[in-house]
Nanobody, 113 residues
Framework: QVQLVESGGGLVQPGGSLKLSCVASGIIFSASGMAWYRQAPGSQRELVAGITSNGYTNYGDSVKGRFIISRDNAKNTVHLQMNSLKPEDTAIYYC???????WGQGRQVTVTS
């Protein structure tokens, strides 16, 4: 049974930082590309960042230079470090195993003063 369990996120002021983590089970994590997506109210789900099994990364234009995706294969975990947060980063953030329909349950991130 595949499980992607996210943690982290929450409420932060503009300019602040938050970190999301996603622990995977039931998959061969070290061979899996992983990604973070987000969905704001009334908007489509969009790619935030992705990381290949070899550690190559890509980012959505709106988060480049502010967010960092990383992985720890020993812990079956993918992280998303979010810096210089803006109100428009407010959304539910989802972890996903690339190339599959496996999603996490989502974590709320709210950026507000």
């Amino acid at each position: 049974q595949v499980q992607l369990v996210e943690s982290g996120g929450g409420l932060v002021q503009p300019g602040g930082s938050l970190k999301l983590s996603c622990v995977a089970s039931g998959i061969i994590f070290s061979a899996s590309g992983m990604a973070w997506y987000r969905q704001a109210p009334g908007s489509q789900r969009e790619l935030v960042a992705g990381i290949t099994s070899n550690g190559y990364t890509n980012y959505g234009d709106s988060v480049k230079g502010r967010f960092i995706i990383s992985r720890d294969n020993a812990k079956n975990t993918v992280h998303l470090q979010m810096n210089s947060l803006k109100p428009e980063d407010t959304a539910i953030y989802y972890c996903k195993q690339r190339g599959t329909a496996n999603w996490g349950q989502g974590r709320q991130v709210t950026v507000t003063s």
